[in-house]
């Protein structure tokens, strides 16, 4: 998996100096990614970390349990990026997600500004990484946290390989919603708009499709966003929420 890595970065720089495709300037830190960095001591934080994994065609032919926090107690731990296996079907890789009522139902919360965690499945001992998926969550945002900066905001995983090798979509403060991807370490737009920023107290729901070389991001039900790219085929799904204090729901994958 490693070597997976090297080739992949290996690919992206060359089309970088080959012009092939722009590439965004750094104004997203990857706090989060950066912390699991240091915390696991890795250069690069790897999903896949051995040769251990399965792939499987869709969200169907290997379904994710899913989570919608009604199982946990009110205010009781569900899991910290300090002890990941605490829960088999996902992986806090950042932060602490707890149970939290918001009105008569139980959700996941986390304050923590630069929280993210990713679905895990195993079949027959091995990893799962999925070719089409539709990973989707509900968020309600209590509030900013100080600070927060624009490009802040929910965003949804796919194919998701290492920290350097993964899709993304978010809906972001600055109004924004972007498809993106993350190869070899260097972000490229692939589809971006102005929607306008994510209000306040109330719920909304982020969803990222992936099939074949097709990507589709929906926001509240609606689609925003297509783009084309190839570069990646496969991987695990994920959350990752930033400087916000934020109610989690409905987190699946079809």
């Not at 390989?161 to 993106?180: C, P, W």
């Amino acid at each position: 998996m490693k070597g997976r890595a090297i080739v992949l970065g290996l690919a992206a720089w060359l089309m970088v100096l080959a012009g092939a495709c722009g590439t965004d300037a750094p104004e997203e830190l990857d706090a989060l990614e950066t912390e699991e960095s240091a915390a696991t001591g890795a250069s690069v934080y790897d999903f896949y970390p051995d040769s251990n994994y399965i792939i499987c065609t869709s969200a169907s032919s290997c379904p994710w349990v899913g989570e919608n926090f009604e199982a946990y107690a009110e205010g009781s731990l569900i899991e910290c990026s300090s002890e990941p296996a605490q829960r088999g079907h996902l992986e806090v890789t950042s932060g602490c997600l707890f149970s939290k009522y918001a009105g008569t139902y139980r959700r996941g919360w986390t304050s923590t500004y630069n929280f993210r965690a990713l679905s895990r499945k195993y079949v027959d001992g091995k990893k799962v990484g999925w070719k089409t998926a539709a990973p989707s969550y509900r968020a309600h945002i209590y509030e900013w946290q100080a600070g927060a900066p624009e490009w802040a905001g929910l965003h949804v995983f796919a194919r998701y390989q290492t920290e350097n090798d993964l899709y993304v979509a978010s809906y972001r403060k600055d109004g924004l919603v972007t498809i993106k991807k993350k190869l070899g370490g260097i972000y490229t737009t692939l589809a971006q708009k102005a929607l306008g920023a994510p209000a306040t107290r109330m719920w909304h729901t982020v969803k990222l499709s992936v099939s074949g070389d097709t990507l589709q991001f929906s926001v509240d039900g609606v689609l925003q966003l297509t783009a084309h790219d190839s570069s990646l085929t496969w991987g695990t799904t994920g959350l990752r929420t930033d400087y916000m204090d934020v109610y989690l729901d409905d987190w699946k994958i079809e």
